[in-house]
Every structure is written in structure tokens, then in C-alpha cells.
């Protein structure tokens, strides 16, 4: 349907509080996801990214976690500090697709002292 | 430590002006992206470059947008004439695809541009 604007999904913890974002995606095919920081004014930044033959990816203080069986995907953030405080965005990618990603809408992480 | 640059970061202009948006990709990438985010849409896929060659603009308006790589070093993004719905943030992104396998996208700080 049409967009009126987006509202973008908030979440708002403390600091050294875990952080769990989640998205959804909608195309079956897709075999490759990412995960990008956006702080404001900045450019968005890769974090992690995970592909469709795994189910779960460790980073530095970042888990990614997949389920295909319901489209799902999560970002975990360990121990969250206020410089985690931005913009998260999930992306995907189709076996068809070419290089072509998809972008969810976002969810607000803030992080209170 | 490599990155994308943009220029200009910030562009006021007037309906009716042309718009040049330039882009340096990460040195040795093959992939250049050109996005546009809004409040509205958020980030949205305007056109990419593999090796210089465009494979996919299907997201460009195509009456008055343009997309070039006049070399490995540059991307352009032109909108002529610029119109008040382009007000926007243009971001542009590298990567380097192996055969065979996706690239991971590096972003550029933007261009954020409003059109009076």
C-alpha cells in the first residue's frame, strides 16, 4: 500500500542493558541480509551481515540471528552504549536480484545513560 | 582508511537548476550505488554500476535524472531540471563483487539536497 509517511519502530534502553532489534522480511528468496547503523547526518554503516545458509553470526558485541522458517531476522547488541544510539536498518537481497538491496524502514535505538 | 566521498555534502538550489552530485568510491571497488532517502520512503535504490557499466536504474526517474561513471573514480548523479520533490539525501555506495558472490555496500556521507 502507500506510504504516508514512515513511523519509525523506537526502542529505547538502558546503557550496558542488552538491545534486541528486530525485522521482517517478505521475499523467500533472499539469501544474503545485512545490517547497517545510521547515526543522524551520517551515511549508513555496515555492521554485520549474515548469509542464508547460516542461521546465526557473531560480531564485536553483535549477534545476527536468522530464521528462515519465518522470515525473521534480529540484531542483537551486547551491553549497549550510548554511541550505539542511531538508526538500524535491515537489508536483503535476492538470489535474483543481482547486487540490488532491499531496505526495511528502520528502527530507532536510543540508549539512556 | 578507505572511504566514500561525496560533494557537495549540503546543496540548496532552485526549481529549474541542474543538480550535480559527484561520488568517490572506495579505491579497487566495481560497484558504485546511487540511493536517495526520505522521510517518506526512506532509502530507495536509484541506479548501480558494475565496472563502470550500468546494470540496474530502474529506480531513476529517467526524464530528468541521469547516472555516469566517466571513470573508476567518479560517479555522477545529475538532475536536470531539479524539481522541490528531489529535496532528499543522496547517498552514494561502493563495493567489490567477487564472481559469483554479493559485495557488502560501503555508504558515502551523502549529499543532502533541498530544492527550493
Known amino acids: 500500500g502507500e506510504s504516508v509517511g514512515l513511523h519509525l519502530p523506537t526502542l529505547s534502553v538502558q546503557e550496558g542493558d542488552n538491545s534486541i532489534i528486530n525485522c521482517a522480511y517478505s521475499?523467500?528468496?533472499?539469501?544474503?541480509f545485512i545490517w547497517y547503523k545510521q547515526e543522524s547526518g551520517k551515511g549508513p554503516q555496515f555492521i554485520i551481515d549474515?548469509?542464508?545458509?547460516?542461521d546465526k553470526r557473531q560480531g564485536q558485541r553483535v549477534t545476527v540471528l536468522l530464521n528462515k522458517t519465518v522470515k525473521h531476522l534480529s540484531l542483537q547488541i551486547a551491553a549497549t552504549q550510548p554511541g550505539d544510539s542511531a538508526v538500524y536498518f535491515c537489508?536483503?537481497?535476492?538470489?535474483?536480484?543481482?547486487?540490488?538491496?532491499?531496505f526495511g524502514e528502520g528502527t530507532q535505538l536510543t540508549v539512556n545513560p | 582508511d578507505a572511504r566514500v566521498t561525496q560533494t557537495p555534502r549540503h546543496k540548496v538550489t532552485e526549481m529549474g537548476q541542474e543538480v550535480t552530485m559527484r561520488c568517490q568510491p572506495i579505491?579497487?571497488?566495481?560497484?558504485v550505488f546511487w540511493y536517495r532517502q526520505t522521510m517518506m520512503q526512506g532509502l530507495e535504490l536509484l541506479a548501480y554500476?558494475?565496472?563502470?557499466?550500468?546494470?540496474?536504474d530502474s529506480g531513476m526517474p529517467k526524464d530528468r535524472f541521469s547516472a555516469e561513471m566517466p571513470d573508476a573514480t567518479l560517479a555522477t548523479l545529475k538532475i536536470q531540471p531539479s524539481e522541490p520533490r528531489d529535496s532528499a539525501v543522496y547517498f552514494c555506495?561502493?563495493?567489490?563483487?567477487?564472481?559469483?558472490?554479493?559485495?557488502?555496500?560501503?555508504f558515502g556521507p551523502g549529499t543532502r539536497l533541498l530544492v527550493l
Open positions: 555506495a561502493s563495493g567489490l563483487r567477487p564472481s559469483g558472490r554479493g559485495e557488502t555496500q560501503y
Open positions: 579505491l579497487g571497488h566495481n560497484t
Open positions: 521475499n523467500s528468496a533472499s539469501d544474503y
Open positions: 537489508a536483503e537481497r535476492g538470489e535474483t536480484s543481482g547486487s540490488r538491496l532491499t
Open positions: 549474515i548469509r542464508s545458509n547460516m
Open positions: 554500476f558494475r565496472n563502470r557499466a550500468p546494470l540496474d
